[in-house]
């Protein structure tokens, strides 16, 4: 009897675009069948310290310094450079996440966010879970916190994004644009 291929869809509740994508996500593979799906929020999987920092300073320098958060956005995003600093800060925070992935065993995992897209890149690249790998970037512009190694799969929004993936050394058959 063959297995039925199990898919987990991981958003973040910060902000609700990324949690929106990944719930459009799971009812469209619970419309076309043939797989167990579950979303879950990836922020639910974390260090509660770093769920409370994570939320609340996003979201107060959004509203209170947006100049701040636009220059944090401006030097964080070097395509490749910050990846092992960051990767160490997010496997410290995210054990339970690795250990809800490393039980579940997905055949494919989706993300919305790139909390999870990098911590399941992690994993994958180890050896420690074998499952594809598809990221949904929920922005226009591409920012270098969506950028894993180990990818099967970039959907973007518009060609420019997909360039863009391209001009940095993503092959461009793993990305798709879908609007």
Known sequence: MRRVPRVLVLSASSGAGHVRAGQALEKA????GGCQVEHIDALGYVSKLFQRIYDRMYIRMVRRAPEMMRVLYERTDRPWEH???RL???RMNARPMIQLLRRVQPNLCVATHFLP???IAWLIAKGKLRARNAIVVTDFDVHAMWLCRTVDRYYVAIEEAAE????IGVPRERVRVCG
């Open 29 to 32: 593979f619970r419309a076309r």
């Open 88 to 90: 160490a800060l997010d």
């Open 117 to 119: 897209a990098e911590i």
């Open 83 to 85: 990846l092992r600093r």
């Open 164 to 167: 863009y993936l391209a001009g």
